[in-house]
């Protein structure tokens, strides 16, 4: 599964709906909507400490040029042969985040019927003020600031049909939301943004909410399911069949500006 991962996802898929892309080497440089820049790549080429300096400061070189950009996300990944990358980040201004695990596995087996709650119930979302509520709730959760520029990206990969958002609701309150996005040209599904609210945790939402997201995967004939979890969401995927392949680690440089 790791191979697959590798293989199929690591690929212009990932960079999928950003604004621009370009090459240097093996790296993918690619630019989102509200001044976001992604590096990512299959490999680093059997690069050597002195060759990932010079791919680290070509990306930052190629970002800092651009003076919307606010912030650069590099993306590694713990399997991956890369001596000094951890120690050339830090000298390039990058900071480490929490990092995640890379879980994959057979969307049957998140497909199961699970039934929430008494009063709660699904759907899948399409419109605008939804998609802005199901947002907010999860940067609430997240911690994270209010981005337009998130609402309008959803609402870009909804209108294209390359994703699905689905909420959870109770008493008419979102309590639970999460998207999924199909990979073209892949046998991979990807689940993300899942978020509940705290009082509504351990009551089995996440999990219904997550099965449903399976079944439009294999409606969409997609074989695999695959997601960067915290510590919060692994078990639950985990209890799902899912395996957890790797681990990946964003490190983020923010403009000072």
């Known amino acids: 599964m790791l191979k697959a991962y590798d ?7 990932e960079t999928s709906g950003a ?4 090459r240097h080497g093996p790296l993918r440089l690619a630019t989102f909507d509200g001044g976001r820049g992604f590096i990512s790549y299959q490999d680093l080429g059997g ?12 990306a930052v070189a190629h970002f800092g040029a651009d003076p919307a950009i606010e912030e650069i996300e590099w993306k590694t990944r713990g399997h991956d042969h890369a001596p000094g990358l951890h120690e050339t980040l830090l ?3 990058f900071e480490p985040e929490d990092p995640e695990s890379i879980m994959v596995g057979e969307a049957r087996l998140l497909a199961v019927d699970v039934a929430p709650p008494d009063g709660v119930g699904l759907r899948a979302i399409t419109s605008e003020e939804d998609v802005r509520a199901a947002s907010t709730m999860q940067d609430g959760v997240f911690g994270s600031p209010v981005l ?5 990206s959803l609402m870009r990969g909804l ?3 390359e994703s699905e958002m689905w909420v959870a609701e109770a008493a008419g309150e979102i309590v639970s939301a999460g998207r999924i996005d199909m990979v073209p040209g892949s046998e991979f599904a990807g ?3 899942g978020a509940t609210l705290e009082k509504w945790r351990g009551r089995g939402i996440y999990r219904a909410l997550t099965a449903a997201r399976a079944r439009t995967a294999i409606a969409r004939g997609k074989r695999y399911i695959h997601s960067d979890s915290t510590e919060f969401s692994r078990p639950i995927l985990e209890r799902s069949g899912l395996v957890k392949v790797g681990t990946t680690t964003p490190y983020v440089r923010r403009s000072p500006r």
């Open 7 to 13: 293989e199929q996802l690591r690929t212009d898929a």
């Open 47 to 58: 690069a050597d400490q002195a060759g990932i300096e010079a791919l680290v400061s070509a």
């Open 191 to 193: 689940i993300w943004g």
């Open 148 to 152: 337009e520029a998130r609402v309008v």
């Open 91 to 93: 000298q390039h201004g």
């Open 19 to 22: 604004v621009s892309v370009a």
């Open 159 to 161: 209108a294209a049909g």
